[in-house]
């Protein structure tokens, strides 16, 4: 991952008085952490008894969105998890869109990362002990991608491409 997942965080009444004031935060520390840089941005506003503030933009969420008004108890917990595994927390949330069901799958379900689905077979099959019983001789007749393909349409996996890895979880 380039950088840590940061937001810049605006106050709304220096905003809505016609100033810009704010700053990026580093979202990759406790949501109270992140609550108290808040509150000491809002403490340095050139507006008058600043409390409200809104997320205006954010960096290193690797394509996750996050919204204006985001929980910060969200934003700590997407950005430790962007931090913990990386592209494949992309994958899960990706399929999910729910932050505790990308980490069960991530913790429970995972398999890697692989250069294609068929390569993720292959390595399958070949570690399950599956091809043990075809001679080394038939197994390039092998339809790996089919294979796979069949495993995915069946429910039996899912996979979601992040930067040009495919990550693969068992549907389980």
């Known amino acids: ?14 905003y809505n008085a016609g100033h810009l004031h704010g700053q990026w935060i580093d979202a990759d520390q406790s949501a109270d952490d992140i609550r108290e840089a808040i509150s000491e941005m809002l403490s ?16 290193e969420f690797q394509g996750i ?14 950005a430790a998890l ?9 994958a899960a949330y990706n ?19 692989w250069s294609s689905l ?9 570690d399950s002990g599956e091809l043990a019983s075809v001679p080394e001789g038939l ?3 092998i339809d790996f991608e089919r294979c796979a393909d069949d495993l995915e349409m069946g429910g039996d996996i899912f996979s979601e ?4 890895e495919v990550h693969v979880f068992w549907n389980r």
Request: hydrophobic share 40%.
């Open 1 to 14: 991952m380039a950088g840590s997942p940061r937001i810049y965080v605006a106050c709304l009444a220096a």
């Open 44 to 59: 340095r506003s050139p507006a008058r008894g600043a409390e409200e503030w809104a997320i205006h933009d954010h960096d």
């Open 65 to 78: 969105s996050i919204k204006e008004f985001e929980s910060i108890d969200t934003v700590a917990a997407l």
């Open 82 to 90: 962007l931090t913990e595994h990386q592209s494949a927390a992309v």
């Open 95 to 113: 399929h999910f869109a729910d932050l505790e069901e990308a980490k069960s799958a991530l913790a429970e379900n995972y398999c890697g990362a």
């Open 118 to 126: 068929k390569e993720w077979a292959e390595d399958y099959f070949e």
């Open 139 to 141: 197994r390039r007749y």
């Open 161 to 164: 491409e992040v930067d040009g």
